[in-house]
């Protein structure tokens, strides 16, 4: 199992990318750096629109697919990219959005880690990601994605809803859909044994690589 820091993200040097297109390029190349010929892309929110791009520019790549709270188009509220875009108002943005993250019951601690996370990207990082999220929108291609897709959300989750999930299980002819009860946008801190466990049924169904 691989778990990258994207370009500009985490531990990895770099610019953040100003395009969802650019990110699997680089998810792309870091497979190619690798070795790794093809695999199971997974992703949260903005990585699973990366691994649907992935799945598009790159098919030979992805032999299944995992999305947690995805959409074909992630729009981004204006008054959210013009907050966070402001250096003095960007700390206000980031808790605004992570008011919007979280179901009602989550613990402070999480709700701590990701604020901590945000704030790390910085100002400038974050308005591109949320750019490039705001001009992702593959809704006339989902019907081109022909390989084993795993579809997941938290019932709570508003940003984006269940809407868009259940929106892309009718599109993506192999696809099947999981609601979380009582879990927010952040599925994978809110209940992590629950999608681990998600994720153990979905690639069990799946055959070895030859």
Known sequence: VYTLDLPG????????????????DDVAAFMDALEIKKGIIAGLSMGSAIALILSLRHPQKAMALAMVGG?????????I???????????????VINANSFSANTPLDLIQLSKKSMLAIGSTGLVNDFRACDRFDVTD????IEIPT???????DVMPPPKLSRFLNDQIPQSQLHIVDGAGHMVTLEQ???LAKLLKQFLDTL????
């Open 150 to 156: 795993l579809i997941v959300c938290g019932s709570e």
């Open 71 to 79: 959409g074909s188009k992630l729009r981004v509220a204006k008054t």
């Open 9 to 24: 993200h985490g531990e990895s040097e770099g610019e953040v990318r100003a395009s969802i297109e650019e990110y699997a």
């Open 207 to 210: 055959p070895p690589l030859p």
């Open 192 to 194: 992590p044994e629950e």
């Open 81 to 95: 990219l013009d907050l966070a875009e402001n250096p003095e108002t960007f700390e206000a943005a980031v808790k």
């Open 141 to 144: 291609q989902l019907t081109r």
